[in-house]
């Protein structure tokens, strides 16, 4: 018995592959703003008390380090972001079914309310595979360049988990864990019940029928990653900044920030309640360009994967 045509055979299988593409396509598209984000975040980015645009900053990136120093730090998402992403999918898939116990029966797509409540599930339960990753990107991403060849300390992100690794263990690599939850679970809840919602207003009936078209895909992707970033916000910038630094509390000097209500009042007091909301531009259209990429490549594979199979059932037939 062969494994891919069985594992493809079941709508869980279909569902984890193409959350997998989906996760991959959104990796790819957004990392340069990606980068871009992280670095507006932290204190001070780019020397001018914090005030750089976006437009500055990249200018400043590709003139100091190179085109590539945007993408920087990927291969750690990439590699992983395919699994979670294809996790998440899967997850949400199986609790929005189980918080809708009528559309196992009907076969109807589960209710918005249930969508919401997995979104929610899904998010925190994400963020365990989550947070790891995005701490090594963070770090890749903030990492200064030295000497006159722009050499960076660590070449990728295997170089960087082992630093961390050696230096705080297990509850290193997990810094910004519980931020992480706190920034992931609303996101969630919000990004799945936009995007349901959305495409069900631009193409009516589509949740049933499975006929929306590119376009629908790609707007309602890219509206639910725009209105999960502007809910959870604020709290990125504090997992950054959180994330972001090196030391551990038994270092001296400490690290600056003593967990999540200290970082809020510290940056808030330093640089006003705008730096909450800097990079937000950035990130939101990020957020658009990735999220339709991610919807409409899950969507797309979703159906291949499933035409596929009819055909493969009508000829065994």
């Known amino acids: 018995m062969e494994f891919w045509?069985?594992?493809l055979?079941?709508?869980w299988g279909r569902e984890f592959v193409a959350g997998g593409l989906g996760g991959?396509?959104?990796v790819i598209s957004g990392h340069p703003l990606d980068t871009l984000r992280i670095r507006l975040q932290q204190p001070h980015a780019g020397g001018d008390g914090g005030k750089?645009?976006?437009t500055r900053l990249l200018r400043n990136i590709v003139a100091s380090e190179g085109p590539s120093a945007l993408y920087r730090g990927m291969t750690a998402p990439l590699a992983s972001v395919a699994?979670?992403?294809a996790v998440v999918f899967q997850v949400y898939a199986i609790l929005s079914r189980a918080f809708d116990s009528r559309s196992n029966r009907t076969n109807d797509p589960p209710s918005l309310k249930s969508v919401a409540l997995a979104g929610v599930g899904t998010g925190a339960l994400q963020s365990l595979l989550l947070s790891p990753v995005e701490l090594i990107k963070i770090r890749l991403q903030l990492q200064m360049t030295v000497s006159?060849?722009?050499?960076?300390?660590?070449r990728g992100p295997m170089s960087m988990a082992g630093s961390i690794l050696r230096k705080g263990g297990i509850r290193g690599i997990y810094q910004?864990?519980?931020i992480t939850v706190l920034r992931d679970a609303p996101a969630h809840g919000v990004y799945f019940w936009t995007y349901e919602y959305t495409r069900e207003i631009l193409h009516p009936s589509c949740r049933n029928t499975g006929e929306e078209t590119l376009g629908t895909m790609l707007f309602a992707g890219g509206t639910a990653g725009v209105a999960s970033w502007i809910c959870c916000y604020p709290l990125d910038v504090i997992k950054s900044r959180l994330q972001a630094q090196s030391q551990s509390q038994k270092d001296f000097p400490p690290p600056k920030y003593r967990g999540?209500?200290?970082c809020f009042r510290k940056s808030v007091r330093e640089e006003g309640y705008r730096v909450l909301w800097r990079g937000l531009g950035t990130a939101v259209t990020r957020a658009f360009v990735v999220n339709g990429a991610i919807f409409s490549a899950y969507e797309l594979a979703l159906r291949f994967l499933a035409n596929h199979r009819q055909r493969i059932t009508m000829e065994d037939s």
Request: aromatic residues 8%.
């Open 148 to 154: 006159q060849n722009h050499r960076a300390v660590h």
């Open 260 to 262: 999540i209500a200290d």
């Open 5 to 7: 045509p069985e594992f």
């Open 83 to 85: 699994f979670q992403n």
């Open 176 to 178: 910004g864990l519980s």
């Open 52 to 54: 750089v645009s976006a």
């Open 9 to 11: 055979a079941s709508s």
């Open 24 to 26: 991959m396509a959104g």
